[in-house]
């Protein structure tokens, strides 16, 4: 009798287990709702939802018992989930992969216009996108073309935010004020463009800066955070080079200033009576262009 209700209950949840049949091929078109793509049958709102909040983060190919491990872990028991593979793809990737970008440019954000949040592409269609006249600013309007292996053609509308982006550095430790900041203690990331303007994006001349201020950690390290340090001092001995298209010579004189990277210092030659004035380019050593 035991083994009779076991076998009962089994076939009964069997019989109304939450079933879900999805496309073989899924485009994320971005923000939105896409529930309505995932015919269902016996499923509550609650599972479905979690499927789809599931689906739309993924990327690439992934089975039905990937999909049926991942709902159990979400305490989502009793569900089939047909086909046994299914690719998922993001519209911001695929846009990157098919508009020629300008340097730095990212997709920050995708959605879809007149339809839901997920695309449903038979075996064998081809998505196309479109950015005619595109800014790459906010809201830039996209065609979506898809071909159907079957000679038929549809088209939709979405829109896509870009943002410039620029490279930064991002603190990894503390420092106190007056310190030199060493390459291994910063992360390099990308960020918008706007409004910073006063990143540091050239790691090879940190050694000629100093912090002007304590930085915590987790901060993106800024050129108003550092000091220049004189890399040239005043009645000092500095190697002068001399430069032009044809040549290039090395001597050597006496400063007569002190110099960050960059200023301009007078270096006067007491052999040949000679004065010069070159940009200071490392320490103890200035450039003189001719």
């Keep these: 009798m035991k083994y009779f209700l076991l076998a009962t209950l089994f076939i009964y949840s069997s019989l109304f287990a939450c079933e879900v049949s999805l496309p073989s091929q899924i ?24 499927l789809y909040s599931t689906l739309i983060s993924l990327e690439g190919r992934i089975s039905s018992t990937q999909l049926i491990e991942m709902m159990k872990s979400k305490g989502h028991e009793q569900i089939k989930i047909e086909p046994y593979m299914v690719q998922v793809s ?22 879809s216009v007149d339809m839901g949040n997920i695309l449903a592409l038979a ?21 979506l073309h898809v071909s159907g292996f079957d000679g038929t053609r549809r088209s939709f509308m979405a829109n896509a935010d870009f943002s410039r982006m620029v490279k930064a550095y ?14 291994t203690a910063l992360k390099e990331e990308y960020v918008d463009a706007i409004p910073h303007t006063d990143l540091v994006k050239d790691l090879s001349v940190l050694k000629f800066y100093k912090t002007n201020k304590p930085i915590k950690t987790g901060e993106l390290l800024r050129l108003s955070d550092l ?8 009645g000092l001995k500095t190697e002068v080079i001399l430069e032009n298209q044809m040549i290039r010579i090395k001597t050597q004189g006496i400063s007569r200033g002190n110099g960050t990277l960059g200023e301009l210092v007078e270096v006067f030659h007491p052999q040949k009576n000679k004065r010069y004035q070159g940009k200071v380019v490392d320490l103890n050593k200035v450039l003189v262009e001719l």
């Design 27 to 50: 485009i994320v078109l971005g923000e939105g709702q896409g529930q309505s793509a995932l015919m269902s049958k016996n499923c509550s709102e609650a599972k479905l939802n979690d």
């Design 90 to 111: 993001q519209l911001r990737n695929i846009i990157r992969e098919q508009l020629p970008l300008p340097e730095g440019v990212q997709v920050k954000t995708t959605r």
């Design 170 to 183: 991002r603190t990894m430790n503390y420092f106190n004020s007056f310190a030199d900041i060493s390459e």
């Design 227 to 234: 000091n220049a340090i004189n890399l040239v001092k005043a």
């Design 123 to 143: 075996p064998g269609d081809q998505l196309t996108v479109e950015c005619q006249s595109c800014l790459y600013g906010s809201r830039q309007s996209l065609n």
